[in-house]
């Protein structure tokens, strides 16, 4: 609900949704659409090629405007995100090249 009511997403079945995918995260750890958020929690939103990192300041009694959901979170980092850079990234100890045993 915290999504939808800060405006950090455009409805609430967004906001399920990218909790679904993985794309959300409260203070680290992967959230479900329902979990309930504190201030001073940290939020990590991945959408529309653009992760953003905001703490919680303040939560909303009800609706509000868009001018007080902007008061809602502090932005702390804003950074492009690309899905399948991400993806891509591959541990270099799975890539099953030679290993030293292999050169007697």
Not at 25 to 40: D, S
Request: hydrophobic share 40%; aromatic share 2%; with cysteine.
């Amino acid at each position: 609900m915290f999504l939808k009511l800060s405006r950090l997403v455009v409805r609430r079945t967004v906001g399920a949704e990218i909790c679904r995918a993985g794309a959300v995260l409260i203070n680290g750890i992967p959230a479900k659409a329902g979990r309930e958020v504190k201030i001073g929690d940290t939020l990590t939103l991945k959408k529309r090629g653009q992760k953003l990192h905001v703490r919680i300041a303040t939560l909303p009694t009800g609706n509000v405007s868009k001018a007080i959901a902007l008061t809602l979170y502090e932005i702390l980092s804003s950074t492009p995100y690309n899905e399948l850079d991400e993806l891509l990234t591959v541990d270099a100890d799975s890539l099953g090249g030679s290993s030293d045993k292999d050169e007697d």
